[in-house]
């Protein structure tokens, strides 16, 4: 049994919920077919934590979203369908300095899309380049079958451990209405 983050579409707030998952070669498995993703978030300023939990809400059935922005304090945040993909949507934000990402995988080949900005990788000064990549990277979470609204906004107020219910930073999971940290596993 583990702790779940439920995203909810066009909202900032999550819930908690506590559902059974696989256990193969002593890794916790996500499952696609239950909406059960990995979340990881990887402390991009000094490299030195790192939390993996799981969320539902996001659809995902073919790869993986991350991003450098992630309130408060903008580490790394990606969701998706397979470590492979994952590991790939957070190095390739890194490579970028921060920004968005999708990583997309088709016949046993990976196609990543991404939006640096070049500001703290967090904003751009150029809010043209900003509206049309986003609206590609949006297309792109699409075909990976990622059914929310907004899965960048979403995406990025998950690590933001002071609205409620169940958050992740690089520490871990937090539950927010008790302002303690929880582990995975129930």
Known sequence: MVRIIKAIDGQIFTKE????????DYCLMENL???????VVVDRHKGKNFAVGFVMGFGIKNRAIASGISHDAHNIIAVGSDDESIIKAINETDRIHGGIVVVHKSLEIYSQYSLPLKIAGLMSDDADKVIKGIKILSKKANDIKCRLSEPFITLSFLALPVIPELKITDRGLVNVMNFKFMDLIV
């Open 17 to 24: 919920e506590i559902t059974e998952v696989e256990v193969w």
């Open 33 to 39: 077919n239950k909406d059960i993703l990995k979340i």
